[in-house]
């Protein structure tokens, strides 16, 4: 029976020094860039802004005659999108070169992983 939790011990131990190590690996990420996000951030950003940009530049020049975004689905994907580009947003480090921001957006950024898998799917 001491196995066992000296097991769950050391399980725990390594879990706490993966996520101590993400977030460091995290922080020093956001404290080195110049947009005050991490790379995989700004991608899925830039992808995120493209194709808002693509869509809000086809409605006009479809809609008269197809229906596109005419319905609420179309509407809901824009505002999904939208909500989406605000939570990488949140996550940007606003004051550059700043430690404790760095610290504190990486930590948000840990916690905010479900949000932004949950766009990502």
Known sequence: MESLAALGLASNILQFLDFGGKLISGTLELYHTVDGATS???????????LDHLYTGLLPAV??????????????????GRDFLAVLEDLKVKSHRKRFDSVRQALRGAWKAGDIQKYEN
Request: aromatic share 0%.
């Open 63 to 80: 809609a008269c005659g197809s229906g596109l975004g005419k319905t609420e689905s179309d509407a809901a994907l824009l505002g999904l």
């Open 40 to 50: 995989s951030n700004s991608v899925l950003e830039h992808l995120s802004k493209d």
